[in-house]
């Protein structure tokens, strides 16, 4: 097991500046990357073809993670889509549709379902995860707000016109910091031009973890770096996880996972990076 580091946490009420924000324009060019890479997504670990189920993020549908299930499909694994529209936040009936779909995949297959979550679908795949986590096996967030003020996000007044919800429920937004009781993994990237990166950060312990990407908010769902973590994990045996050793990795590999825990110095574009 890997010598665990601390993420120093601080609190943060605001959201990312304009270069961050306009660093989102990247997203076209991973997007690239992706589809270039794709010929090399044979070397990413194959584990055993367990269910997973993936989660969109806000105002997005299951079109925008057709590149996350392909990625996944063609390692094998049985990659399924939330199925539930556009996601607008928690509607009447979307939760429980959800939890249904697990229960399926549950039978279907006769395993755990691993849960995959990009931005606000990563916030369903944690509380599904706390509701049945006989039924899930880990799950896997990618730039999800599951900490921090919920104002830190420069996609709250988005969140406020789709979801209805005018005012903060800072009591059910702090339940969210909670960690699920079954492996976590939190994809974050320092340069997120939507969500600061401090409102996607995990305390790690055994069963939790951060893993840092360069990528854009908008486009870690086919960033290659996020997408091959992303496979590392879910190769991973079944009741065996362990946290993801960027230390045991060499060449482009430790150059792509920066460590996390590594201390903050000061930047003139985007203050502390």
């Not at 079109?63 to 928690?90: C, M, S």
């Not at 429980?96 to 606000?120: D, H, K, N, Y």
Request: some cysteine.
């Amino acid at each position: 097991m890997p010598r665990k580091k601390v993420i120093k946490e601080s609190k943060v009420e605001t959201a990312p500046g304009l270069v961050r924000l306009a660093l989102e324009m990247r997203a076209p060019w991973e997007l690239g990357m992706a589809l270039a890479s794709w010929p090399f997504t044979r070397v990413a670990p194959r584990g055993d073809n367990h269910p997973v189920l993936v989660f969109p993020g806000l105002a997005a549908g299951d079109v925008t993670t057709l590149v996350i299930r392909r990625f996944l499909k063609d390692l094998g694994y049985p990659a399924h889509a939330w199925e539930q529209g556009l996601n607008f936040g928690p509607r009447p009936g979307v939760l429980e549709a959800c939890m249904e779909r697990i229960t399926e995949l549950r039978q279907e297959f006769g395993r755990p379902v691993s849960l995959v979550g990009w931005s606000l679908g990563g916030v369903y795949a944690r509380e599904l995860a706390k509701i049945m986590p006989g039924d899930v096996r880990q799950v896997i967030t990618l730039g999800s707000p599951f900490a921090g003020s919920p104002r830190a996000t420069n996609a709250w007044r988005v969140y406020q016109l789709v979801s209805g919800e005018r005012e903060i429920d800072e009591e059910r937004f702090a339940s969210l910091r909670q960690r699920p009781s079954v492996p976590t993994t939190s994809i974050f990237s320092r340069t997120d031009g939507v969500v600061a990166w401090q409102c996607s950060v995990e305390e790690e312990t055994d069963l939790s973890e951060n893993i840092e990407v360069h990528a854009s908010h908008v486009g870690m769902g086919a960033n290659p770096s996020a997408l091959y973590a992303i496979a590392d994990r879910l190769a991973q045996p079944e009741g065996q996880w362990q946290r993801f050793d960027r230390q045991a990795h060499t060449g482009l590999k430790k150059l792509l996972y920066r460590d996390p825990a590594r201390a903050s110095w000061p930047n003139p574009f985007f203050g502390f990076y």
